[in-house]
């Protein structure tokens, strides 16, 4: 009776003593919502509760100057990018929120639509009134920025970057440089209007930044570069694609080198990879199975090969990566969470015995002796 309760209570101390690190990892994220959203909420109640900062001057809400026309606050910019939230995670997740978002968006459209016939229809009454005195410029007291060509170079760079997160490859880590080195030239030219306002301070008279010229070399090299990544990925996408598809089924004669798999009965290499009828065979097999390689000790051809890697730990993500006798990768495999089987094609490897590694847990290796 003591022992049991002895028992108990030393297996309540081994959950936090010796903790299952998965579940807890795993719930890293959430708890790095909850903080996010008690952060949030502090800060939300700071604001909510926080008194005038500032005595003498009010804030004053913004009039426009005389002959100016301002047209009044709207709801619909706000609404609407809340709508295109939803539509963007409909488009990756999949399911109601893209039909949400374009409910939102639509109807945001049509109020904002209204919103703006209101507004253009008080300026049509007042036309013969109000509009009298026509301007070249601003009015006076009024300061506009010049133009810039900016906001067309984010929104193309953004465009690559939309189209990267896609397709993946080079092309978007060209949206990322186009949009970086867009939001670089903001920043200077936001830094040179503000060194223009300081001046005015002095001198009383708010000039603008010289007007920029059509970017074209930006552009230019812009262009090429999409044009790279764009060859540079159909170029490798293309032939490894077709290689998987013809080489898999080409190869069987091949593969029939026997393989015995140290510390581990199955055959591998034999076309059936951990006995699952449909899995894809490679020339020879890797598993990966209680995080490391049950088969420690396998054979290929020399030259070009298949390794069919099967990954069978849940939701842990291997690789096979082989390594030269200096160290470096003479083979890169893409790691891959469990269970799943995948087919890597190896290209060029001379004849020899080389180690292979998981580059996610080092601690897992093998041999391939290469023939
Ligand atoms: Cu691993």
Known sequence: MLEQLWNSILDVVSQFVIPDWEALIALIPVGLLVVIVIWLILLVRRFATAGPTRRGKARRAPTAPAHVHMPGGSWAPIVVAFGAFFVFWGLVVGGGALWIGVAILALTLLVWGREALRDYDTVADRRETALTVVHAGPPPGVHMPGPSFRPILAALGVAVLFYGLVFGGWLLAVGVLLTVVTLLGWLVDARREYVKVVEAETT??????????????????????????????????TPRGGETAAGGPGE????????????????????????????????????????????????????????????????????????????????????????????????????????????????????????
């Open 204 to 237: 009383g008279h708010l000039e603008n930044i010289p007007e920029p010229r059509w970017p074209r070399r930006l552009l230019w090299v812009g262009a090429l570069l999409v044009a790279l990544a764009v060859i540079f990925d159909m170029g490798v996408i």
């Open 252 to 371: 069987p004669p091949a593969s029939g080198a026997p393989e015995g798999p140290v510390g581990s009965g199955e055959p591998a290499g034999s076309g059936e990879p951990g006995g699952s009828g449909d899995a894809p065979a490679g020339d020879t097999t890797v598993v990966a199975e209680g995080v490391q390689f049950t088969t420690q000790d396998v054979k290929a051809p020399a030259g070009d090969f298949t390794i069919a890697f099967d990954n069978r730990d849940v939701g842990t993500p291997h690789d096979v990566d082989i390594l030269g006798d200096d160290g470096s990768k003479v083979f890169d495999g893409e790691a891959f969470p469990g269970p799943e089987v995948r087919v890597y094609d190896v290209t060029g490897v001379e004849a020899g015995s080389y180690e292979f590694v998981c580059s996610v847990h080092p601690d897992m290796t093998g041999t391939i002796t290469v023939e």
